[in-house]
């Protein structure tokens, strides 16, 4: 099983546009229409299965807001870092 990291290990790791709130982390992807977003949230799902490890996710219109946490850890590991950092430059 993979480690819980603290609040400091959190934020001193955190890629840009993330935010830690309680045993997650998120951020809010904006882009210019919802078909885009559609597919940002495709190309997520693709890299999440890559992964094996899967976001929370909410397409709204224009933007779609992703949530990672460990499930089976009980919050924030690394994998959760790796994987918000793939999405940031797939969002790019």
């Not at 078909?35 to 929370?56: C, M």
Request: hydrophobic content about 40%; aromatic content about 8%.
């Amino acid at each position: 099983m993979t480690d819980v990291l603290d609040a400091d290990e959190i934020a001193a790791q955190l890629p840009d546009g993330w935010h830690h709130d309680a045993d997650e982390i998120a951020r809010t992807f904006e882009f210019d229409s919802y078909l885009e977003g559609v597919g940002f949230a495709a190309g997520a799902g693709g890299l999440a299965e890559e992964a094996f490890h899967h976001p929370t996710m909410t397409v709204e219109w224009r933007e779609v807001t992703v949530r990672l946490t460990t499930h089976d850890a009980g919050g924030v590991t690394g994998k959760d870092l790796d994987l918000a950092g793939r999405l940031n430059e797939l969002a790019d």
